[in-house]
Structures are given as C-alpha cells and as structure tokens.
C-alpha cells in the first residue's frame, strides 16, 4: 500500500470520528446537552448526508493532498472554504427536501449545522496542526539528532524545516544573507547572518547545513561562508520530504551561463539530421542527447567503440547507430552519402595527455586525419554546418593531444569550404567526463586513500558537461564560416584547491593531499585564447577567436606526412604545422 494511500485511509477514519464527535457535541451545546427523542432520531439521519457532502468538499478542496507536516494557513482556507461548501450544500438539500416531502423529514434544528460547522473546523484542524507541532518540536532539538543551520529564511528554508523529522536533525537557526531578515524568527528559530554565524556555529554544535537558498548567491560563494564559520557538510534539497542530496563539488563549480539561448538552439537543431562522431564519450553523448531534446528530426551517432555506442543508444532508442573510425576515409565518405547529414558535431578524438603522449601516431591519425576526413566529407556532401569541438589544450600546445587539436582548427579554418559553414569550440574540462581528476579523486576517497595531485600551483578550467555542450549548440548556431569560438570558463580553479574541498565535502580531510610531478606533455597554467580575442559574439559567454591563415596546399601536405612518420617524427611535423607547440616531454 503507498503512502499517499496510507494517509488518505488515516484521515478519512479520522475525520469521519471528529464529524461525528463535532456533530454530537453540536446537538449537546444547542439542547443544553439534554437532547429531546425526536430530535436525537435526526441526529443519524442527518450525519450521514453531512459527512458525504464534507468528505466530497475535502477531496474538491484538495485537502486530502496536503500531507500534514506540510500543513499551514494555506491548508487551513482549503479546510474552512471546504466546510462553508459542504454546508451550503447541506442546507441547499435540506431546505429543497423539506419542500417536497411535506414536513416528514425527522426533527432538525437550523443552527447545529452552525454550531457543528465551527467545532468540526477547530477538531480537523486541531488533528493536522498537531503532526507539525511535533515534526516542529523534533526539528528544533532532538536530543541525538544533528544540530544544523537552514540556509535561507524563505519559503523553501521553511519547507525545509517543517519537513526535518525522526530527530534525525536538529535546527537550530536560519542563516540568511538579507540585513533585513537579521533578528525575525522562523517557528521560534532566529535568522542570522553570516557573520554572526561565525561565532555561532561552533557555540550551538552545529556541525552541517541545509542550504535552501533561492536567491542570486551561488552555492559556491554560501559554501565558502560556512566553510568559514566551520561548517564543511553540506546538504541541498532534493526532495521536500526529508531527504536532501549532499553537495557536490559540482555544484560549487558549476557556471551556469545567464545568456543561454534555448531558443537559438532550438532553432538550429529543430527538425535537421544531426550526425555525432564520438557519440559514445561525455561530450559526444551529451552532445547527442540535447539535439534530441531540441528537436532533431534524425540522430545518427557515430562512434568506434561498440559498447560506448550500445551505452548511449539505450537512452537514444531512436537514434541509428553506427560503428567507424573517423580515420577511415572511404567509410567517413559513404557514411555522409548514405546518411546527408545537415549538421555535423565532431566530437570523436584521443583526449586522454598521458595515452596521447605514449601513442603520437596514433593520436595524430585519430584526431588529424579524423577531423579531415569529416571535414572533406562535408564539404562535399554540402552539410551546412560543421562544428569541430576543439580544447584550451589547442593553445600554445605543450602536449600531442593540444597540438593535434590545433592542427585540426587550423585545417578547418584554412579549407574552401563552399556552401558549408565550418567552425570550431574551444573550452575546457568538463566536470566529471571519463578522463576528468574528479571522478579519479572520488574513486580514492572511497578507497581511503590521499588525493595525488601533481603541482600545487596546477590550474585548470571547468565547466559541467551539460552547460558546454548547451554553450558549443548555441556557438554552432552562429557559424558564418572559420570562427573558432571560445567558451567563457570563468575562472581557473586550482587543482589542490578542488583536491581539498572534494576531501571536506566528504567528510575525510584526514586523507590529505599529496603531490608528485607535472607529466609529460602537462603544463600548469591552461589558456582559451592565442591572442586576445577578435570580438565577443552574440552572447557574452562565447568569444570568437583571431582566424590564423595558412597555405592550405602546404598543409595538407605537412598532414599527409603525418600518415608516413613514426612515433618519433610525429612532434617535429606538428611543430612545422603549428610553430606555437612547445613540447614538453617531462623528466
């Protein structure tokens, strides 16, 4: 049995015992509790009438659907409102049965309804206010629970108190950024700021808190505040039924871009054939899933791994499928022929530094001669928009991944590209993608074990996958031809910073942080732009890039020798092709 069913059952027992309680007591208070026989006859002729109609106002007012630790002044108008019809109703009935019947209905007096009507609001009430009188009384201290603060003295913070219950919490304050909200009182607790929560949350025992907060403060900048005061656990709603997710060191890194354009996007995808390759990695997969969410009218997804193409098509059941390597000229060729894709997402590269490192060939053919295939492929199947997703590894290069990539963004904005629109988007990492530090740090935290990070000065960018490839949509809807648009990452974060908070996050600081040294091809500062950026685009978020000229005939034959060279030659071609790459090869 649910327990929206469960609940219905209790109050409909109960209700009906107080209706009757109240009707009974009505009759008592009008007779003086001395009730004449013929009257105490009506008495179960009429309660039955009366509960009907109150049980069918309840369920119109909607009273049955408030659970009651949620219940409030709100709850209470649905309950009176609901009375008031129920005994229009009743005496609507009663007046027009009267008229009918001729005088034979039993004995009734007028003004019981009245009386029973104040009394069965005051006991129905009385039954629900009591649950969160004791929910409340939990809330703010039970002897075992945890003591906690509620971030945010809002609406959503006094849900969430109202919902604490079993003693599992104990609040003992709200916490509020508002100057003037200091010193008001939520259900007998005071709201402080935060710097009064400095001293207080160490005085009061409190070890957690519960952030509510619905305003323009992020949760990075309130995490920060109670990291000060102290207070490293975190929570955030979830569910308003007592069960809160724990933060995330997503959620304190995430951007959230204020000038996303669903409507741009959605104007761009809706109703093309979309192509991905790379459709089985994190950007390809996300990639894959926005353009059906925003409308394609056909997703075919491209990748050479079976599984990871197995993994997204069971959550895209109507996308077609197909295993290639991108490296294959002929087969890329008759994919597009077959397939005349209007919009292609090139995702598919070696990503990985350190694999990039000890396979350059490999990584060479994969993302160079991949991305030209595509390229060419597109051209010449006139897709319209071709959208290469590039990295801030691409800038001054230092390893063979970002130099393979910067050899990919110089091909495409070199090449006549026709009626086809070719661009490039540079950003980032992305948070929690298969070969991000975040999902490696939490494997050891859950091992025990101390968090290796390889300089304490190590910087990176980092954006959440969905807010990246939502921002790479809306910079490929801008194509006019050989922009490399960059992402706005706000600001680096540095890795042992992450290392450190990820460590409080999880309640294990002791695990520590211990550093080993830059590897080979790792630099530590990542760069988005070669020079200053041309222009800002449409959107604040997205920048285009300076367009670099090359002889196209001259590279493409510097590309072709990439395919005759071995592993040790690779570097020298891709520092002919892009004089900026660096290498650095570590100890």
Known sequence: MSVVTKRLGFFLIFDTVLSFLSFLFAYLLRFNFDIPQPFFEGLWFYFPILWALKIGAFGAFGVYRVPWRFFSLDGLQRLAWAHALAYALFFALFFAASGLSGNTLPDFSKSIPVIDGAISIVLIGALRVAKRFVVESRARGGETAK???????????????????????AARFFVDSDPLKRKQRIHGLEVVGFD????????????EAIIAEDGETSLKEIYERLSEAGVTQARRVARLDGEYEKLKIEDLLARNPKDLDKEAIAAFIKGKKVLVTGAGGTIGGELSKQAERFGASE??????????LYSIGQELEKARLITLNVSDREAVDRLFAQTKPQIVLHAAAYKHVPLSEANPKSTAINNIIGAKNCIDAAIKHSVEVFTLISTDKAVRPTNIMGATKRVCELYLQNAPSGATRLAAVRFGNVLGSSGSVIPRFRRLIDEGKPLTVTHPEITRYFMLTSEACELVLQAASLARGGEIFVLDMGEPVKIADMAKKMLALANKPELGVVYTSLRAGEKLYEELLIDESEKTAKYPSIFVGKPTKTDFAALN???????????????????AIAPEFHHNKGA
Do not use: H
């Open 147 to 169: 003591a906690i603060a509620i971030v945010g003295a809002n609406e959503n913070g006094e849900r969430v108190f109202r919902s604490l219950d079993r003693g599992r919490y």
């Open 196 to 207: 009064e929560f400095k001293g207080l949350a160490a005085k009061r025992g409190v070890t």
């Open 557 to 575: 034959a510097q590309i072709a020798a990439l395919t005759q060279s071995s592993d040790e030659e690779i570097a020298a071609i891709l520092k």
């Open 299 to 308: 997703l075919i997804l491209v990748d050479s791994s079976e599984y990871n």
